[in-house]
């Protein structure tokens, strides 16, 4: 019998990480193990070489997480996969609640951000900030907060029973998260074939030369290897040193492999994030 | 006699932006008009020609301001100089509060976002949301709010005369914003000289086709200029759509304007956001 997977995400049940989670392994029976900081999920997967961590990377309205990226590359996981998810927030309360007697709303201070237009248009709602959008639904649930909203996924609002005043109540709708699936390195293997995989995640830094970029590049682009996403990040704390996070897609494993080997000499230092199949 | 200048903000008297309005414009005298959003901001230069634009566009934590890259682009301006600003956060409260009647601290979501592990060592205090650092400090002095904190630079708090409880209360001590200052094209000659112009910010975007971003980038090094960021961004709506804001820097002029001339057949689309003078 194949054995539960265990899933460290940050965030409650009914999170937008419980969502990713479910619709990556979708045909699969997970356990997740709700963490309060990203620092915890990595340190589940420390803790037990067979948990995975789920973790957000980037939105299309608020960017990249630096501080994920941060947590990922020193965290000595391997990224095993990806999940992209449409975010949509709904606004809800307890069932007895209603529009004219909401005060507060309570939601993680990214998904306020995501529905600024909305809660100008509603200037007598105080929003508060919480560590998590589910937790927030929980929250109200939990301690009977009468006259408090919640900004959580329609999703959450349902799991805690709560009453949904207005769903999609984000300011854009093209709004998408991108989410990274990462475990022990010597647990890849059995959680994605080799032969599937067609995307890869690198950071690299670079000595401080010009056009030493465009050289990687120009080398990556000889071995027919795609980029799909390039973000420069310097380092904290040292002005003229940066990182370089680079995503690439490729349809031969073996030239990705061998465009790597040749751009290595050219970087100051070179991590693989991980291997995977693009979602 | 010099007219004064008139330098639209997001934020009150005492924001960061204000503090970077008065570094960059160290010598001159000038007027703020302060401005709920960004979006403001920019329409206060579109109805007074003569008004300059200052907006944060990156910072060390937090990265990149996606949104108002978009609103930079679209607005019509031109950049015409950077401000770097060390970011430092104080939680202040009426003089007669003290931490032991602090119930409440407001402050803008990034702020707060900043100063995480502070907050979660003190739990007991709620964190509510506002639009602005300084803002919260104004509001609690002119609504006398006790029990009410606010996370904002120390200049805020002595401005508002509140009282600090305690200096330096973010996470990580390496916090530094980027600030642009853009203003109508035709004034542009006024607020900077073309001789003393050393970096540019452009954003392009590319064809769909295998190593298009590396014969652009190996043109720039052919013609030695220097990448100091480079970041793409998916077009949103339009799956397979990037657009790259890159900032370049270099030490002739002439050489850098026709590095422009030799990339530009090989974009989609290029614009030119400002030239300008590094901090």
């Keep these: 019998m194949k054995r539960m997977k ?12 419980d969502i990713a989670a479910h619709l990556y392994f979708a045909n699969e029976q997970i356990q997740l193990t709700c963490c309060a900081t990203f620092e915890d999920v990595f340190a589940e997967v420390r803790g037990d070489s067979a948990a995975i961590a789920m973790l957000a990377i980037e939105n299309t309205i608020a960017g990249s997480l630096l501080h994920n990226y941060d947590l990922l590359r020193q965290s000595g996981t ?49 929003a508060v900030e919480a560590d998590d959008t589910a937790g927030s639904a929980a929250y109200i649930v939990e301690n009977q907060c ?83 996403k390039i973000q420069s990040l310097p380092v904290i704390g040292h002005e003229w040193e940066y990182l370089f996070y680079v995503d690439l897609t490729f349809d031969n494993f073996t030239r990705y492999r061998q465009a790597i080997d040749a751009i290595t000499p050219l970087v100051k230092s070179i991590k693989i994030l991980g291997e995977y199949k693009e979602n």
């Design 78 to 126: 391997m990224v095993v996969g990806e999940q992209r998810l449409h975010i949509q927030h709904c606004i809800c309360c307890l069932p007895d609640d209603d529009w004219s007697t909401i005060v507060e709303v309570h939601s993680h201070p990214v998904a306020l951000m995501q529905c600024r237009s909305f809660l100008s248009n509603h200037p007598n709602i105080k």
């Design 146 to 228: 009468h006259g408090c909203a919640a900004i959580c996924s329609a999703d959450a609002a349902r799991l805690y029973g709560l009453k949904i005043l207005e769903d999609s109540i984000e300011d854009n709708k093209h709004n998408f998260t991108r989410f990274l699936v990462a475990c022990h390195p010597q647990k890849a293997a059995l959680l994605r074939s080799l032969a599937e995989v067609d995307k890869s995640s690198i950071v690299f830094s670079l000595p401080h030369e010009e056009g030493s970029l465009s050289k990687v590049l120009t080398i990556l682009s000889f071995y027919d290897i795609n980029l799909t």
């Design 6 to 17: 265990r899933i460290a995400i940050q965030g409650e049940y009914g999170s937008f990480h």
